[in-house]
């Protein structure tokens, strides 16, 4: 199975400092389709997970441009440039390539 | 608007079956891939099953496989996940994701508790 080992496993910031999350993967997850399926979602407190970037660097489109996502084969990083209140919960790294499809352990973002 | 409705939890047995199913609104649903995930009482998430649009491919996480049974009906917009033989270590939200690949959407989950 696939390993996503991300980190940190938390972030304490105040609003405006940017964040870094990294991802990485036991594998490469460039599929034979030529597509890394490598998304990542934010589950805020309380509520069920919801989008932020798949494909590694594709944002959703109500996802605020704050938000960057990078990486290749097996090493991924998730951005905020500047962090506002409603960031805060944990970040997921999620691998879609390969079966059984696995998690990152989680970032919690905590706010100063 | 896209929506995802879990429903079928609640308490049961070790050893006991349950059938969730979620109720997909606001897009095609025969036209999309679709995933279980759970989430045990404070802890991460975990991938547990996904099908293809038309069922002809599904897969189990190792955990699960043998006991669970992912299926649809795209008749009824509707995907299942029968859950037979469980264990404590079942005990999980479990959300139903859209998107064999990016699960790019999610339900509010439904909870399955597993207690004698």
């Known amino acids: 199975d696939v390993v996503m080992t991300q980190t940190p496993v938390s972030l304490s910031l105040a609003i405006g400092q940017p964040a870094s999350i990294s991802c990485k993967s036991s594998?490469?997850?460039?599929?034979?389709?030529?597509?890394?399926?490598l998304n990542w979602i934010l589950q805020r407190p309380g509520q069920s997970p919801k989008r932020l970037i798949y494909q590694v660097s594709k944002l959703y489109s109500e996802v605020p441009d704050r938000f960057s996502g990078s990486g290749s084969e097996t090493e991924f990083t998730l951005k905020i440039s500047r962090v506002e209140a409603e960031d805060l919960g944990v970040y997921y790294c999620?691998?879609?390539?390969?079966?059984?499809?696995?998690f990152g352990g989680g970032t919690k973002l905590e706010l100063k | 608007e896209v929506q995802l409705v879990e429903s079928g939890g609640g308490l049961v047995q070790p050893g006991r079956s349950l059938k969730l199913s979620c109720l997909a609104s606001g897009f095609t649903f025969s036209n999309y891939g679709m995933n279980w995930i759970r989430q045990a009482p404070g802890k991460g998430l975990e991938w547990v099953a996904s099908i293809s649009s038309s069922s002809s491919y599904i897969y189990y996480a190792d955990t699960v496989k043998g006991r669970f049974t992912i299926s649809r009906d795209n008749a009824k917009n509707t995907l299942y996940l029968q859950m037979t033989s469980l264990r404590s270590e079942d005990t999980a939200l479990y959300y139903c994701?859209?998107?064999?690949?990016?699960?790019?959407?999610w339900g509010q989950g439904v909870m399955v508790t597993v207690s004698s």
């Open positions: 994701a859209r998107s064999t690949y990016y699960g790019d959407y």
């Open positions: 999620w691998q879609g390539t390969h079966f059984p499809q696995t």
């Open positions: 594998q490469s997850l460039l599929g034979t389709s030529g597509k890394t399926f």
